[in-house]
């Protein structure tokens, strides 16, 4: 009767066999979870990616339209943002030439530059956070104002009667090349007659960059804008003219106004500007003079 006691307790191994085998189906994908962290963190080197270095120097390169062998007079057109390479400013160069004997035209080319306005590398002279907005840049326009009075010199146009144009941006630069260009410092000898801000980004600037302390060398001033320009509204140009007006040595003539005329450069605008490049060089100069 006894003999069966054995044979009950034989099961009771057995039920606890299983126990370590599911163990490890339970523990095995917390390291598979963890995986994916270092991942996430990934991105982070490119949101800090900083904008590209400012260029080693304002001006990339000069092109000249024109005979140099037997230039009398030089127009120096300053471009505007990212329009370095259109061709219709030669265009404009040659169209002048037929009309003022022995013109020479200096195009400066700006370096490229990150903008922030158009978040965006391309050719600038400086850059541009926001519409309608004041450049803190001022070491930068000075750079590129005095590159430009360096190459006239050292082509040994520096004699030559000179007139300064600027579309834009161009139009700050080519006025503060004029301005710098009367620093005793820097004695550059360029000979300024007068300068033409198209639509120029002045950027209500409460002191006008390159402004000298004293007397500047006596030059014409004139300044063309759209009465439509949402980027950089005339009233800019109006608070611009109002300063060059006090400056001791220039001839600042009334500023002109294009209704429903965006930021552009119109005919109406190059004829105009080219009556007073005719008015600034003097009548020496005039083949067919225009009407102001």
């Known amino acids: 009767l006894l003999t069966p006691a054995p044979t009950v307790a034989t099961p009771a191994p057995t039920v606890a066999t299983p126990a370590p085998t599911f163990q490890p189906n339970i523990t095995t994908p917390a390291p598979t979870q ?18 590209p270095s400012a260029p080693a120097t304002s001006v990339e390169s000069f092109r000249t339209v024109g005979d140099l062998s037997s230039a009398s007079a030089l127009l120096v057109l300053v471009h505007g943002l990212g329009d370095r390479q259109d061709p219709h400013w030669v265009e404009l160069c040659e169209t002048y030439q037929a009309q003022i004997s022995g013109l020479v035209c200096i195009l400066p080319y700006a370096s490229s530059r990150y903008s922030t306005i158009l978040d965006d590398t391309l050719p600038s002279w400086f850059d541009i956070t926001a519409p309608n907005t004041e450049t803190t840049e001022t070491q930068v326009v000075l750079s590129a104002a005095n590159e430009i009075l360096d190459f006239i010199r050292q082509q040994n146009f520096a004699q030559l009667p000179a007139f300064f144009g600027g579309f834009s941006q161009g139009g700050l630069v080519a006025l503060t090349a004029a301005l710098q ?8 000898g360029v000979v300024v007659e007068g300068v033409g801000s198209l639509a120029g980004w002045m950027g209500a600037q409460t002191t006008l960059v390159g402004q000298p302390a004293s007397t500047v060398d006596a030059f014409r001033y004139c300044a063309f804008h759209g009465q439509a320009d949402t980027l950089l509204p005339v009233a800019t140009a109006q608070t611009a003219q109002s300063q060059v007006e006090t400056i001791p040595g220039v001839t600042a003539e009334q500023l002109v106004s294009y209704p429903a005329v965006g930021h552009t450069v119109t005919d109406e605008m190059e004829n105009n500007l080219l009556s007073c490049i005719q008015r600034a060089l003097g009548s020496g100069f005039i083949a067919n003079m225009t009407q102001p």
């Open 34 to 51: 963890a995986t994916p962290a270092p991942t996430l963190l990934t991105p982070a080197p490119t949101v800090a990616t900083p904008a």
């Open 181 to 188: 260009n009367s620093d005793p410092a820097r004695a550059s």
